[in-house]
């Protein structure tokens, strides 16, 4: 499976990014896509998450701010973020799986693509 992130970039606090995710190649239905960041010296941590059938899962740092959403037909995920903060500064990493989770990572992971908010 190849997840391929586009959308991330340079941004002034409080503007707003659209980042997305295209996976293909896989062999099984995708049934759950989701979203993690890593920024320097840290874990990697779930941003938020969704299942095929519409079930969402967002972390507290999200909610209110950003709005996970998929589109089935082309097995692309998209993650519309406003409100950015420096704190959201971080290398955004795409995932999936034939699972559905809302939680924990699947087994698929994209190359990720860099979010960067100047305050």
């Known amino acids: 499976v190849q997840l391929q992130a586009s959308g991330g970039g340079l941004v002034q606090a409080g503007e707003s990014l659209r980042l997305s995710c295209a996976a293909s190649?896989?062999?099984?239905?995708?049934?759950?896509m989701g979203w993690f960041r890593q920024a320097p010296g840290k874990e990697r941590e779930l941003v938020a998450a969704?299942?095929?059938?519409?079930?969402?899962n967002y972390a507290n740092s999200a909610k209110d701010r950003f709005t996970i959403s998929m589109d089935n037909a082309k097995n692309t995920v998209y993650l519309q973020m406003s409100g950015l903060k420096s704190e959201d500064t971080a290398v955004y990493y795409c995932n999936t799986d034939n699972r559905k989770r809302l939680y924990t990572p699947g087994d698929y992971w994209g190359k990720g693509t860099q979010v960067t908010v100047s305050s």
């Open positions: 190649g896989s062999p099984f239905s995708i049934n759950y």
């Open positions: 969704i299942t095929s059938g519409g079930m969402t």
